[in-house]
């Protein structure tokens, strides 16, 4: 069973920054790509960021390229995901997941799914 359990969430004004982390349990955490995702609210959950197994590979949205960086640590078993210059759009619940297999951009590729943790971003 892998648990992933994200924070680092809260209220920034826009312009701001945040580091979003997802701690991981299990010792298969290395092996695989992971995601972050977001969902406001009304909206479906949507695609942000994944980066591969090894960290040597990362994709962003265009919403949030330049902006977002998302990175890990496989000694520590987490994910990160730096958000900097962050506007009023980006407001959302924040998920990570462990991809399983499929597109890395499709939520339904991922099998396990963190708590979510609130961005909130005003103006």
């Known amino acids: 069973q892998v648990q992933l359990v994200e924070s680092g969430g809260g209220l920034v004004q826009a312009g701001g920054s945040l580091r979003l982390s997802c701690a991981a349990s299990?010792?298969?955490?290395?092996?695989?790509?992971m995601g972050w995702f977001r969902q406001a609210p009304g909206k479906e959950r949507e695609f942000v960021a994944t980066?591969?197994?090894?960290?040597?590979?990362?994709y962003t949205q265009d919403a949030v390229k330049g902006r977002f960086t998302i990175s890990r640590d496989n000694a520590k078993t987490t994910v990160y995901l730096q958000m900097n210059s962050l506007k009023p759009e980006d407001t959302a619940i924040y998920y990570c997941?462990?991809?399983?297999?499929?597109?890395?951009?499709?939520?339904?590729?991922?099998?396990?799914w963190g708590q979510g943790t609130q961005v909130t971003v005003s103006s």
């Open positions: 997941a462990r991809h399983f297999r499929g597109s890395y951009y499709d939520k339904s590729s991922y099998i396990y």
């Open positions: 980066i591969s197994s090894s960290g040597g590979s990362t």
């Open positions: 299990g010792r298969t955490f290395s092996g695989y790509a």
